[in-house]
């Protein structure tokens, strides 16, 4: 019999993956979903971004490990003007997606994983997959689900053995659509450089944010601990490129120094000509912005009409202040039949109502609190574009879902 690595024993198929597939298998069957379970942008790539990568299809060498030196530079140019970090070129590395990023950093970096319950699906698994202890951190429907300083101090005062420990802080969030405020990351900064915690600051939905406040990072608060990842998965649509990077400040250069050990025993380095594409998206920013937040209005349109509904049903939801998820609670709602957990709730939409969302437990909350995470992006975003109001055909199934959970809360 073929033995297998027993780390992979412990971790599950993404519940994300899983609820897409029992979503094809019914669509395949014949029966419409309202999919409300899975995260992808629905735009169109940027035309230029697309244009930059058909212009370099012919370019077939290998690039540096860390990624094309102008590229580095644009990325690093593009954080200093638009969000006042202080990573040089040298500090940045691209990656096939940030998600392999992270995982290669959470191999290189020694310690626990401190993980805000609830947190993205895929933290937790790769933690598993290295063997890495992984500590969750309670969180509040009160502190919009964000980690408080209180409950970081109290892991830190509580676990006085740890001498290092990494902690990954996603904001705008997925799940919650929530985001870090400047005073909140002051303190958790503050508790971070005392107890020796490095961060990962998950900022891949950074640019996909409806608030007017400038955003609020830990590389402003805690420049020389903090790991920033990103990419073009979210805000320039363009997931399936596979383009992430991580900027790593100068004081951690044993780790970037690593890092690049890493990449050359494995994927060597990006897709040239996607590397090309995402040199447009970088130098080239401020001409995409202006249909970058054209999307944008879009997220926030659907985000909105589905918090307030949910609100005016009598669910527990806060709106959204960015990326393309709200995670409602239906805790103490009745409907005929009563749920133990969340998963139980979200199967019996799925097989007998065809809405797809996903279990707030895949996210790390507790099966009972009944929360689960919407995706506000079942729409066609070319359409979208072009529409005036929710009322516009496109967007029948954000609004479906709705008309679906009414009659569902009153059965
Ligand atoms: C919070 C979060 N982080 C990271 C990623 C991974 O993005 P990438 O496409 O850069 O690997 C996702 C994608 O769903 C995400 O939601």
């Known amino acids: 019999m073929l033995a297998l690595n027993q780390n992979i024993s412990v971790v599950k198929p993404s519940a994300t993956l899983a609820i897409n597939e029992g979503v094809k298998n019914a669509r395949q069957a014949g029966r419409h979903i309202v999919h409300w379970g899975f995260g992808q942008s629905p735009f169109p790539v940027p035309e230029g971004i697309q244009r930059a990568l058909i212009q370099h299809a012919g370019d077939k060498n290998y690039l540096p490990g860390a990624g094309l030196a102008a590229l580095q530079t644009a990325v690093s140019e593009h954080y200093q003007t638009y969000y006042q970090y202080a990573y040089q070129a040298d500090d940045v590395f691209i990656g096939p997606g940030s998600k392999e990023l992270i995982f290669q950093l959470l191999y290189l970096i020694d310690g626990p994983l401190l993980l805000p319950a609830p947190s993205w699906v895929s933290y937790e698994p790769q933690a598993k997959l290295l063997a890495k202890p992984v500590e969750w951190l309670e969180t509040s429907f009160e502190d919009r689900y964000l980690l408080s300083p209180k409950t970081l101090l109290q892991w830190c005062e509580q676990n006085p053995q740890v001498k290092q420990s990494v902690l990954i802080l996603n904001s705008p969030n997925n799940p919650t659509g929530q985001q870090y405020d400047q005073q909140t990351l002051k303190q958790l900064a503050a508790i971070c450089r005392q107890h020796n915690i490095i961060v990962i600051s998950d900022e891949i939905y950074a640019g996909v944010s409806f608030t007017k406040q400038a955003y609020a990072s830990m590389a402003h608060h805690y420049p020389e601990g903090t790991i920033v990842t990103s990419g073009l998965s979210k805000l320039f649509s363009a997931g399936g490129y596979r383009l992430g990077l991580a900027l790593i400040p100068q004081q951690m250069e044993q780790l970037k120094k690593a890092l690049l050990v890493i990449i050359?025993?494995?994927?060597?380095?990006?897709?040239?000509?996607?590397?090309?594409?995402?040199?447009?998206?970088?130098?080239?920013?401020?001409?995409?912005?202006?249909?970058?937040?054209?999307?944008?209005?879009?997220?926030?349109?659907?985000?909105?009409?589905?918090?307030?509904?949910?609100?005016?049903?009598?669910?527990?939801?806060?709106?959204?202040?960015?990326?393309?998820?709200?995670?409602?609670?239906?805790?103490?709602?009745?409907?005929?039949?009563?749920?133990?957990?969340?998963?139980?709730?979200?199967?019996?939409?799925?097989?007998?109502?065809?809405?797809?969302?996903?279990?707030?437990?895949?996210?790390?909350?507790?099966?009972?609190?009944?929360?689960?995470?919407?995706?506000?992006?079942?729409?066609?975003?070319?359409?979208?574009?072009?529409?005036?109001?929710?009322?516009?055909?496109?967007?029948?199934?954000?609004?479906?879902?709705?008309?679906?959970?009414?009659?569902?809360?009153?059965?």
Do not use: W
């Open 264 to 411: 050359s025993e494995t994927f060597s380095c990006v897709t040239a000509p996607v590397q090309y594409a995402a040199l447009e998206a970088y130098a080239n920013y401020q001409s995409h912005l202006p249909y970058l937040q054209q999307c944008n209005k879009v997220h926030q349109l659907t985000a909105d009409y589905i918090q307030s509904n949910l609100v005016e049903l009598g669910v527990k939801c806060h709106p959204a202040q960015g990326a393309f998820y709200l995670m409602p609670s239906f805790k103490g709602l009745q409907t005929q039949q009563s749920f133990q957990t969340d998963q139980q709730l979200c199967m019996k939409l799925l097989e007998h109502h065809q809405l797809a969302m996903l279990p707030g437990s895949a996210f790390g909350m507790p099966a009972d609190a009944m929360c689960a995470r919407i995706a506000t992006v079942d729409y066609d975003g070319q359409k979208a574009l072009l529409a005036s109001s929710i009322e516009d055909g496109c967007f029948s199934n954000i609004r479906q879902g709705i008309e679906i959970l009414r009659g569902f809360l009153k059965e």
